[in-house]
């Protein structure tokens, strides 16, 4: 199999399985017990802390463990505005995650207003346009790192130094951008940020929100004292020993696997390019997490390519995973501009660790083969 869905969730490695599986057989205590199989669980879980906030350049104290991206991003958001009800405008932009989508939408419902930032044709957001959407009852900014989609990375540190200007809090999602790009939240300057471990080839079910030091935000679970009392529920201990060490691997391997996997994705990019004409590229030239490639097919369906590309085991998107299963046309795609029926062309390819040289060189053979066989298909039923 041909595995380019990495955006949408990653293979666990062996050494995060190995780990936890070491840990759920011989660890079971309650990290809140204070006997020793407790506190031997609560030290286990302060070194994945430790890994996780060293990893985004922050203090262990910053790292606020969560079930998912999803919850880190409704954390910081319901989290902020409940503090400073009074502040009760969101400023957001029209390609964020459901995660921040959703959430505003509630918040629009309990009377407050949201700012949806437009983008541009390759998917950033307008510094002008943000200065303008601010205003003194302003109480939170949440803009994403990298887009899950076409991975667009967001001027986020010019953001920080507008809203800061103003004494409004910055929120990032960087579950995208965690693992692909440096991500030091101190030098982005933000107040929370989300990442989340499933995407950075550790478990699923376990994220973690970073909190600056300082910054105002009401507990998202109530209940016990865990995670300082933000973030009330016996942890998911096994999940945070495996996001540490999913996060220890990624360190190990470093820039360089991280550069093999571009030169990958460059490759296959330029393969496209050469042997589809007609193919188009959706996204940022330059300024994006360079495994992520979107393109559009204009005339076809995407879900046929992928169907069809599924029959050699080779396997895509045609977009956010959350919309997979219905019929809506992408946010992100139609928000750059693309008319719905071009967004409805388009496939989402998302390189990562799990791919070769080979897998390339197979998708560049059969890729071409489909969109041919598809547009004589379409041609010949001009209804399409
Ligand atoms: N934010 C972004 C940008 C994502 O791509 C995703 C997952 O697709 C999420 C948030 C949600 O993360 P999780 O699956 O851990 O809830």
Not at 162 to 173: F, K, L, N
Not at 192 to 215: D, E, N, Q
Not at 252 to 267: H, N, Q, T
Not at 274 to 285: D, L, Q, S, T, V
């Amino acid at each position: 199999m041909i595995y380019l869905d990495h955006n949408a969730t990653t293979p666990v490695d062996p050494a995060v399985a190995e780990k936890m599986a070491w840990f759920l057989r011989e660890h079971f205590g309650n990290p809140s017990s204070i006997y020793p199989i407790g506190r031997k669980v609560k030290e286990l879980m302060n070194e994945a802390r430790e890994r996780v906030a060293a990893s985004l350049g922050v203090d262990r104290g910053e790292i606020f463990f969560t079930g998912s991206g999803t919850e880190s991003d409704n954390f910081a958001i319901f989290g902020t505005f409940d503090a400073a009800p009074e502040k009760n405008e969101f400023v957001t932009s029209t390609i964020e995650h459901p995660a921040v989508i959703e959430a505003a939408k509630v918040l629009e419902k309990r009377g407050g207003k949201v700012a949806y930032l437009p983008v541009d044709e390759y998917g950033t957001v307008s510094l002008d346009d943000l200065r303008s959407a601010l205003t003194p009852k302003t109480g939170l900014v949440s803009i994403m790192h990298a887009n899950n989609e076409i991975g667009t990375i967001q001027p986020i540190a010019e953001i920080v130094r507008i809203a800061h200007e103003r004494d409004i809090p910055v929120h990032t999602d960087a579950v995208q951008s965690f693992g692909k790009i440096d991500v030091d939240a101190r030098k982005l300057g933000v107040d929370f940020l989300t990442v989340s471990a499933h995407k950075i080839y550790g478990p699923k079910g376990i994220g973690a929100l970073y909190i600056r030091r300082g910054a105002t935000i009401c507990p998202f679970l109530r209940g016990g004292r865990q995670e300082r009392g933000l973030r009330a529920g016996t942890e998911n201990t096994a999940g945070i020993i495996g996001f540490g060490e999913a996060v220890r691997v990624l360190e190990e391997k470093g820039r360089k696997e991280l550069a093999r996997v571009e030169k990958l994705a460059e490759a296959l990019k330029k393969g496209i390019e050469e042997k589809i004409p007609g193919a188009r590229f959706n996204g940022h030239p330059a300024n994006r997490v360079k495994g992520t490639l979107n393109f559009s097919f204009p005339g076809l369906e995407a879900e046929a390519i992928l169907l069809a590309l599924a029959t050699k085991e080779i396997y895509v998107s045609t977009g956010s995973a959350c919309s997979e299963e219905s019929e809506e046309v992408s946010h992100v795609l139609q928000a750059i501009g693309l008319p719905p029926e071009i967004a409805r062309s388009s496939i989402r390819m998302s390189l990562g660790r799990s791919n070769t040289d080979n897998d390339v060189a197979v998708v560049l053979r059969e890729l071409p083969e489909i969109i041919k066989k598809l547009r004589a298909i379409t041609a010949f039923h001009p209804e399409g």
